[in-house]
């Protein structure tokens, strides 16, 4: 697989969720996580649609919450399908979707009041693998922009939305056995809706063990079909 320059931290990885095609080409940054790893479709097979498995972006707007609603309760207001975020320093609206990319990455510059530093710090073991092979997924035809859509209610946590479509996401599974695919917990009762899911990463702590187990997702994964394709 191609090498590429890799974005290594939070504020850099958000700079290139805002970069141009151009710009990531420029700087030798990788275009897409799945087109970094195109050659999976050598094991999945040319017809396969492609997804990133874990979105930074989702993730990421979730730390922000966890580490910043107790401080600030009234900063954040969460809704069935997106947390929104009081957008004190505009004039047009009072409220904005925290799960923005110019907004995530306008806040790293240390302009507001919302703090980051301790969840780039904690996010750190995530950056390292996001464009990993592990954290590529086979999808059904047009599930990559569903789930990434404000509208499904998840966030781009693929469990939350893999769980809304459980008789599509066992298709899955079973078409592509090595993809790895039951490693991913849906069945857990957290991911039955956003809100509860949130609930169970409201605190610094308890978001931190999610992404220990985001990260041994991806690199289980990543050693899997790495052996299938060796």
Avoid at 21 to 40: A, C, F
Avoid at 174 to 194: C, G, H, Q, T, V
Wanted: charged content about 30%; some cysteine.
């Amino acid at each position: 697989m191609e090498k590429k320059e890799y974005p290594k931290t939070s504020t850099k990885l958000l700079e290139w969720k805002n970069s141009s095609k151009s710009k990531k080409e420029h700087n030798g940054w990788p275009i897409s996580v799945e087109y970094n790893n195109k050659d999976i479709k050598k094991l999945w097979g040319e017809e396969c649609e492609c997804d990133t498995l874990y979105s930074f972006l989702g993730i990421y707007a979730i730390g922000i919450w966890a580490y910043n609603h107790t401080d600030y309760p009234k900063l954040f207001e969460i809704k069935e399908n997106t947390i929104n975020v009081k957008k004190s320093p505009y004039k047009k609206q009072d409220w904005r979707n925290l799960w923005s990319k110019k907004y995530c990455y306008k806040i790293q510059k240390g302009k507001h009041k919302i703090k980051v530093g301790e969840l780039n710090k904690d996010i750190k073991p995530f950056v390292n693998v996001y464009f990993s092979v592990g954290n590529v997924i086979p999808i059904w035809p047009g599930g990559n922009t569903n789930k990434g859509n404000i509208y499904s209610c998840s966030m781009d946590i693929p469990e939350i939305y893999f769980k809304k479509y459980r008789s599509w996401f066992d298709i899955l599974k079973n078409k592509y056995p090595n993809a790895y695919l039951e490693k991913l917990d849906i069945s857990n009762e957290r991911f039955n809706s956003l809100k509860i899911f949130l609930n169970s990463v409201d605190t610094p702590d308890k978001y931190k063990k999610f992404l220990e187990y985001i990260v041994d997702v991806i690199k289980y994964r990543e050693k899997s079909i790495n052996n299938k394709t060796v």
